[in-house]
């Protein structure tokens, strides 16, 4: 996974046999790419139970110049999905008032139901997390937070940088881990704290847990603290 550049930025997936040789089964000679017209920044990817690939990434496209989420399906054979979006690609810019555009950073396929969690955040100020449910077609999920996006303000800023999908119990099928950092700017707690946040399987915060719904661990830099993040 990662991005190509020639007179743009491509997202690329490479495919390698057992043994590391290109699968030249795979896309054109073991590599798959996509344009979406301007630039694209491959983040993340996914692997669908059927063998298909999903990729995430920053999109650019050709017109306004706002990086949007930039989501991907290929097929097992490294061929663009045209039931996915239309033609293979979704984007989705959410709420983001800035050229910068949401950044996005991770997602996860829920194994269940084939749906596809993507995580990161928006640019403006305070910069909160994004958690956005597409269905495997590539439309969002109107019933997830209403609408397919949820959005979490962490003191003055806050970043969602990894996801998961829980499925061990009745209770939590279908719930979404969020993992990221938040940063008080100012004030004697100034510094970058660790953040979890968990989402119930229709999108609302997850009051049972953390206070509510997120937990926030002190990572700032001290002795014996190396200040590391999620």
């Known amino acids: 996974l990662g991005t190509r550049t020639v007179t743009t930025e491509d997202f690329v997936v490479a495919s390698y046999n057992l043994d590391?040789?290109?699968d030249t089964d795979f896309g054109e000679g073991g590599i798959a790419t996509c344009d979406f017209g301007r630039y694209e920044e491959a983040e993340a990817m996914a692997v669908?139970?059927?063998g298909s690939i999903v990729v995430l990434g920053n999109a650019v496209a050709d017109g306004d110049g706002y990086s949007r989420f930039g989501l991907v399906r290929f097929s097992s054979q490294g061929i663009l999905d045209d039931e996915f979006g239309g033609d293979g690609?979704?984007?989705m810019k959410f709420e983001s008032n800035t050229l910068a555009g949401p950044t996005p950073r991770d997602l996860a396929i829920d194994s269940a139901t084939g749906k596809i969690i993507a995580?990161?955040?928006?640019n403006d100020t305070p910069s909160r997390f994004i958690v956005a449910r597409f269905m495997p077609d590539g439309d969002l999920d109107p019933s997830f937070s209403g609408d397919g996006a949820a959005y979490a303000?962490?003191?003055?800023?806050?970043?969602?940088?990894?996801?998961?999908?829980?499925s061990n119990g009745?209770?939590?099928?279908?719930d979404v881990i969020v993992a990221?950092?938040?940063?008080?700017?100012t004030g004697v707690s100034k510094g970058t704290f660790a953040a979890l946040a968990r989402y119930q399987a229709d999108g609302a915060p997850d009051q049972d847990f953390g206070a509510p719904s997120i937990i926030i661990g002190d990572v700032r830099q001290?002795?014996?603290?190396s200040g590391n993040t999620a």
């Not at 995580?119 to 928006?122: I, R, S």
């Not at 990221?180 to 700017?185: E, L, N, P, R």
């Not at 001290?222 to 603290?225: A, Q, Y």
């Open 20 to 22: 590391g040789t290109p």
């Open 48 to 50: 669908d139970a059927d």
């Open 89 to 91: 690609l979704v984007q």
């Open 119 to 122: 995580v990161g955040y928006t």
């Open 153 to 166: 303000e962490i003191f003055e800023s806050a970043m969602a940088l990894a996801v998961t999908v829980q």
């Open 170 to 174: 009745p209770d939590t099928d279908g």
């Open 180 to 185: 990221g950092k938040a940063y008080h700017v």
């Open 222 to 225: 001290s002795e014996g603290n």
